[in-house]
Structure formats: structure tokens, C-alpha cells
């Protein structure tokens, strides 16, 4: 929470570690006094004097005993046109945990505090800079695990969500206008809606709000992206495919059953969505202690998962323990990857109940059908809502507004079909207003903007 508008606030804006640069950033009225204080110039430079959107070279004193601290640049960016709307100053120093902390803690003493999580973008927000949806997806930005989450996150920041939740806001401010013109002017003539035309613009903004909701899952995915479990008896080829999949050596390959005993986790990219792979344990009757510990952990990374790659070794038939293992994975969204299909035998034949679901015949020891599980993979999860769209909510928070936004606007269709007092429909309508402004910022509270920004980094 920012204790008063006149703070200034100051953070370590780059990662801690060795690196060539690193950054720390000052916001706030006093952000240029303070720098002037610390930072002196060969050429006599006064940073309270130089235009803004400038870099200056020069060296950190410590004011205390007038040592020099650091080889520096400095960028004075005056207010409004920054980040926060405040002043803002950046030193760039050379990155290193003493020498970063050791210019944070002069620059604190000078009068700064130390930024909490996310307030430099907290304060963007409160200072109209940015709405609160485009706050959240800098965090996204940040996270992005592939090209295409971070065009999305992009997309967010730059406001295209925003625009679409004003024109849902803009159009059911009209409605509701109108309506409430009518109850406080019943006599009087009114321009505007028939009936008719009521019920249709209500509709219209339910339908686009339907919209977005639909997008969410696969929005979600992008975000967040999707947990996915390898799952088979031992020795089947899971931690094979785990590397066909990443095209490195990430999990050890035997002939020797149970040699993967703990979950190895991996990222990959599948078409600019973001695959969590987990290899797990394979499922049979626990040998040694060890290798009951990571079947357990198998069982418990399937009941998290939201796609499961049931693994099955066409070089010999389906048997009890590969029975045992589907029975325990009927209800999730699975995929049926046939393996070794190089040296399938003939008697090789999949259930019933795995006959309609995907499957892909694959090598994975020589990465042959890998391409056409990727597809797959993608085609089973993805709806193609953000092609068609070219929008999608990536955020439970916004879902969560938007159902209780349709819900309100259900109510209030319901109540105008049915005659009820306009006061009614009214009301369902302004609460539908209210909830769609929570996704902007328009309506929101303390305890809502900190459990946001919470969640970013110290400098951001």
C-alpha cells in the first residue's frame, strides 16, 4: 500500500547475480534531488537542472565519506511522460549484489523508501496511466513462457482488452440511461430505445460477453499453461518421449524398469503454447521404498493433470498392469501415444474404451510421428479462440467478473421481459456495469489492488 502520494520510492529493478548492467530505479518527487545528492559528474553536471529523457555518465559518491561507489549512467525522466507519472531516475551501474545494494541502501538513506511489490506499476495504475487490466498483464508479459503468451500479454498492455470491456460498458450505459430516464420522466417523451431495441442491445453485450468467457480455458492455457502427465508401466518409453518431446537428454534412458523414480518436470513450446511435461514414475508394485514414493507422486501429479499422454508399448500386447493404468485415468482429457511402433507386434491391440480417444503410433527413441503428436496435442487443447477472436482473457479474476456480469444481465432481460418495475432491470444492469468496471479498475478496492500487485516483483 502506498503510505502517501508524496513518498518516494526506490527498488533494485534487474535480477540479483554477476551481469553487465544493473539497474536501480528512484520514483517520486524527490527522485532528482535525491540522485543529485549521490551522483557526481566529471563535467559538473546538476541532474535537477538537465532536460528530461536524458543519460548521464558519471560516478555514486557516498555522501557520507564522499567515496566513490560506482561507474554510472543516469536517466532523468521528469514527469508526467513516465512509467508512474512521478519523476523517475534509473542508475545503471555495474550488476553485482554488493554494488547494487550498496547504491539502493545510499539512495534510501537520502530519503527514499523501499518500493513494495509491484508499487512502481501500482502507482501507474492509480495515476490513470494505465487501467487495472493493463497493470495485470505486465506481470503476464513478464511470465510469458512462449512468443505467442507474450503477444497476448502484449496485446493486453497496449489496451485491446480495455477497449473491448468499454464499448461492453459504453453500450450498457446507454441501455441503462435510457431506462432510468423513463422511471425518473415517466410523462415525458424520451428519445431512444423501443422495447424491442432493448432487448436486443441487452443481448448483443450478453453475447459478447459469452464470447469472452469461452476464451477463457484457452486463454488460460496460454497464460499458464497446460500441466500434462506422462503416464504408462514401466520401461513403456515415457522419459524417451519426454526427450523426443525436448529434444535433449533430460531423463535418464535404460532398459532397466522403474529407473525414473521421482516427477521430472519440463517445459515446451507446442505452437506458442506453453506444455508443463511431467515424466512420472511408472505405475506397477512398488519394489523398494524409493520407488513407492514416486509412484505415489505419479498417482498425484494424473490427479493434477490436465492432459494425460498415456504411453503403451506396441511391441507387446496390452496387458493387466496396462488395464490397471487406464482404469485409473478414464475421466481425464487423455491422449493415446502408441510407442515403438517400429517393432509392433501383431497382437498388439488397444480397448474399446481407448478406440475413440486421440491416439498417435510414434518411435520415440528415433523421433518419428513426435511432429504429429505435437499437432495433436495442440488440436485436442487449443479451440483457435484467439485466432478467430484475435482476443482472448487470460485472467480468472476477469472470468469471474464476466459471469457475474452475464448473470446480472440475464436477470435483468428476465425482469424487463416479464414487466417487472424498470427499477428492477435498473438495478440488475447497474450491477452488471459494476462488475465488468472491476476488470479495469473502474470499481475496485484496496484489499483487491494489493492481492494484484502482491504478485509482482520488487521494481516493477
Given amino acids: 500500500m502506498i503510505s502517501s ?3 518516494t520510492i526506490a527498488a533494485i529493478s534487474t535480477p540479483l547475480g554477476e551481469g553487465g548492467i544493473g539497474i536501480i530505479r528512484i520514483s517520486g518527487r524527490q527522485a532528482i534531488s535525491i540522485a543529485s545528492k549521490i551522483f557526481h559528474s566529471p ?60 547504491i539502493l541502501d545510499i539512495v534510501l538513506y537520502e530519503g527514499a523508501r523501499l518500493a513494495e511489490p509491484g508499487e512502481f506499476t501500482k502507482r501507474a495504475f492509480l495515476r490513470g496511466r494505465i487501467d487495472l487490466s493493463q497493470a495485470e498483464s505486465v506481470i503476464d508479459l513478464i511470465r510469458a513462457k512462449t512468443e505467442q503468451a507474450q503477444k497476448i ?12 470491456i468499454n464499448e461492453l460498458r459504453d453500450a450498457l450505459m446507454r441501455v441503462c440511461a435510457h431506462i432510468e430516464a423513463y422511471i425518473d420522466f415517466p410523462e415525458e417523451d424520451i428519445d431512444g430505445f423501443t422495447e424491442e431495441e432493448i432487448i436486443k442491445e441487452i443481448t448483443h453485450i450478453k453475447d459478447e460477453i459469452k464470447k469472452l468467457i469461452e476464451g477463457y480455458e484457452e486463454g488460460k492455457i496460454y497464460r499458464e499453461g497446460l500441466t500434462t502427465a506422462i503416464v504408462g508401466k514401466p520401461n513403456v518409453g515415457k522419459s524417451s518421449l519426454l526427450n523426443a518431446l525436448l529434444m535433449k537428454d533430460r531423463a535418464i534412458v535404460t532398459e532397466v524398469p522403474g529407473t525414473t523414480r521421482d ?35 505419479t498417482l498425484r501429479a494424473v490427479e493434477l493433470a490436465e492432459l494425460v ?9 496390452i496387458d493387466s498392469l496396462d488395464e490397471e493404468i487406464i482404469s485409473r485415468i478414464t475421466q481425464k482429457r487423455l491422449i493415446v501415444v502408441i510407442n515403438k511402433k517400429d517393432i509392433k507386434n501383431k497382437e498388439f491391440q488397444l480397448p474399446d474404451f481407448l478406440k475413440n480417444k486421440p491416439t498417435v503410433e510414434i518411435s520415440a527413441l528415433k ?31 476477469h472470468k469471474l467478473a464476466l459471469d457475474s456480469a452475464l448473470c446480472a444481465l ?7 421481459k416479464n414487466k417487472e418495475p424498470l427499477e428492477i432491470t435498473a438495478m440488475f444492469l447497474r450491477e452488471a456495469l459494476g462488475f465488468l ?11 483487491i489492488l494489493n492481492l494484484i500487485f502482491s504478485e509482482f516483483c520488487i521494481g516493477k
Fill in 43 to 102: 563535467k559538473g553536471i546538476n541532474l535537477q537542472n538537465v532536460k528530461t529523457h536524458t543519460i548521464h555518465y558519471g560516478f555514486i559518491i557516498d555522501p557520507s565519506t564522499q567515496e566513490r561507489v560506482d561507474e554510472v549512467l543516469v536517466t532523468v525522466m521528469r514527469a508526467p511522460n513516465t512509467y508512474t507519472r512521478e519523476d523517475i531516475v534509473e542508475i545503471n551501474c555495474h550488476a553485482g549484489y554488493i554494488t547494487l545494494k550498496r
Fill in 309 to 317: 499422454l498415456l504411453v503403451l508399448d506396441a511391441s507387446r500386447p
Fill in 437 to 447: 468496471g472491476q476488470i479495469i479498475g473502474v470499481v475496485t478496492t484496496e484489499e
Fill in 5 to 7: 502520494e508524496f513518498d
Fill in 367 to 397: 523421433g518419428e510421428g513426435i511432429e504429429e503428436l505435437k499437432e495433436l496435442i495442440f488440436k485436442t487443447t487449443i479451440s483457435g479462440k484467439y485466432e478467430q477472436e484475435g482476443l482472448v482473457v487470460t485472467k480468472l479474476r
Fill in 263 to 297: 516427477i521430472i518436470e519440463e517445459y515446451v513450446n507446442i505452437k506458442g503454447m506453453p506444455l508443463k511435461i511431467v515424466d512420472t514414475a511408472g505405475i506397477r508394485q512398488a519394489h523398494d521404498l524409493v520407488e513407492a514414493e514416486g509412484i505415489k507422486r
Fill in 153 to 164: 500479454a502484449l496485446e493486453h498492455l497496449s489496451g485491446r482488452l480495455s477497449i473491448k
Fill in 410 to 416: 440475464e436477470n435483468a432481460l428476465q425482469s424487463f
